[in-house]
């Protein structure tokens, strides 16, 4: 997962970002989960690996950039694990979005 990580801007992607990286692995699923659409940012997503391991990664406004916040086995609860993402956004990008949207 380093190496995906590391390939990534140091900044939220886009949806089209998102695609590249989808079209660029054929092995990966991607699912955008924090994602702010009139801004066109996705501040968090969930890859799945040759359908068997998985790992939610989001983006760290403090400093450390992408983050794995969690790896599990496809098996597992996909909504548990977008929900414990989500959580993990918190209520800092639900500012970011907010003062985005009214600074545009």
Same mark, same amino acid.
Do not use: C, M
């Given at each position: 997962m380093t190496e995906l990580t =590391?390939?990534?801007p140091d900044r939220p992607?886009?949806?089209? %970002?998102?695609?590249?990286? %989808?079209?660029?692995?054929?092995?990966?699923g991607f699912a955008p989960v924090g994602f702010f659409p009139d801004l066109d940012v996705v501040a968090a997503f969930v890859v799945i690996i040759n359908d068997d391991r998985g790992y939610s990664l989001g983006y760290d406004r403090d400093g450390d950039g992408w983050v794995v916040v969690e790896s599990f086995e496809d098996g597992e609860d996909? &909504?548990?694990?977008? =929900?414990?993402?989500? %959580?993990?956004?918190? /209520? /800092?990008? &639900? %500012?970011f979005d907010q003062a985005a949207v009214e600074s545009a």
């Open positions: =590391d390939s990534l992607l886009s949806t089209s %970002e998102i695609s590249a990286l %989808e079209a660029q692995h054929d092995d990966y996909f &909504a548990g694990v977008t =929900d414990r993402l989500q %959580e993990w956004l918190g /209520d /800092d990008w &639900a %500012e």
